[in-house]
């Protein structure tokens, strides 16, 4: 359980993290993009995996496991529908496809914005702590949302019944796409995070 | 854990629901297993949404379903609690998929089939019979189990459904 002031500091830092990965995303589509939610709490496991909605709702998601100090998994979720117009947004020529299918090179302009956006966030929040983190390439999947969220805490819930959970809500209301982002540090990680919050 | 009658029952990560006919058990699973444990003749099913394999090692949980360990005892008490008898007691289950295989440490991404492995092995321990599984591959599954056809229905994001 961590304490009411270590959580709003690590929200302090996680609003830097969001307003950075927020001028880089706006930098990258070419779009105005807004936070539209940004929070860090502690959570049960079953709160994590509703976080995008019904578990069985359809996600297409990017996922991006952090190394070094400040580890953990992250990762960045769409609509199906979003997807498509991020892609649209970002060049795609293809308009009339089957539904569910994404070509190899929207998946890599998708898994362009997860690199983008899950690297500017964290870069940015451990920077200010002095602490040194590497996400790894993100790696495309379109899935139930309860199915990748489940996924992604796995690590985590070997330590606890709730974790802490850094979330972000970015929504580009020009094209109309709203974009997930979780991030769940290493029980080891918040030690680090702490840490560096006291020094 | 929960008795609810007259809807479809949502079992939620690290949790063990129980119903009876003629309602609905379901989960949505990723590395996860879902197990479920029925009487037929009583017409009485239990589901746990098993998230890791062993207890032993980590810390101790609230959460019923959590461990395979504790997920098979819990629903044999349960369920016998409820009125199903031990000897009759069969089970399916579902999941132990690895999504993330290049992403994920190789530890988490094994973690799937080790719930499988586990979930095998304490059924062995308590003598239930398996009567169908459907287990590893890389893609999530929505089951739903239906104590009254013993039908226990997996459908992938693709829509496809199969029963076992």
């Not at chain 2, 239930?128 to 739903?144: C, F, L």
Request: net charge negative; charged share 20%.
């Amino acid at each position: 359980m961590l304490s009411d002031m270590l959580l709003s500091e690590l929200e302090i830092i996680a609003h830097r993290g969001a307003e950075n990965a927020c001028d880089a995303l706006s930098i990258f589509l070419g779009k105005k993009v807004h936070i539209s939610r940004n929070g860090v709490a502690e959570e049960s496991l079953q709160s994590i995996t509703q976080h995008f909605g019904e578990e069985d709702m359809l996600g297409v998601a990017l996922l991006s496991r952090i190394s070094g100090q400040v580890s953990g998994n992250a990762v960045l979720m769409f609509r199906r529908e979003d997807a498509r117009r991020l892609v649209l947004l970002l060049g795609s020529k293809v308009e009339q496809v089957e539904p569910l299918v994404f070509t190899e090179m929207e998946r890599s302009m998708l898994e362009e914005t997860g690199n983008i956006t899950i690297s500017s966030f964290m870069n940015c929040m451990t920077s200010h702590l002095n602490r040194k983190c590497l996400p790894n390439s993100p790696v495309y999947a379109f899935d139930l949302s309860g199915a990748i969220l489940s996924d992604l805490l796995i690590e985590c819930a070997e330590c606890d019944d709730d974790m802490v959970v850094f979330s972000t809500l970015f929504s580009c209301a020009e094209e109309n796409i709203q974009i997930l982002f979780v991030h769940l540090p290493s029980p080891d990680s918040l030690k680090s995070l702490a840490e560096g919050l006291k020094s | 854990m929960s008795e609810i009658n007259g809807r479809v029952i949502k079992v939620l990560i690290g949790q063990v629901a129980l119903t009876r006919s003629p309602n609905k058990l379901e989960t949505v699973l990723g590395s996860c297993v879902g197990l479920v444990l029925y009487d037929e003749v009583e017409k009485i099913a239990g589901m746990a949404h098993i998230v890791l394999p062993e207890s032993a090692q980590h810390e101790a949980s609230n959460l019923p379903g959590k461990y395979a360990d504790c997920a098979v005892a819990c629903l044999l008490s349960a369920l016998q609690e409820h009125g199903a008898q031990r000897k009759r007691l069969k089970a399916k289950f579902a999941g132990g998929a690895c999504m993330f295989a290049n992403t994920l440490d190789k530890k988490s991404s094994d973690i799937g089939s080790c719930n499988v492995l586990a979930v095998t092995n304490y059924l062995g321990h308590y003598a239930i019979p398996i009567i169908a599984s459907d287990v590893g591959g890389s893609a999530g599954r929505k089951v739903v189990f239906n104590p009254a056809t013993k039908e226990y229905s997996i459908q992938d994001f693709m829509n496809r459904t199969q029963i076992i």
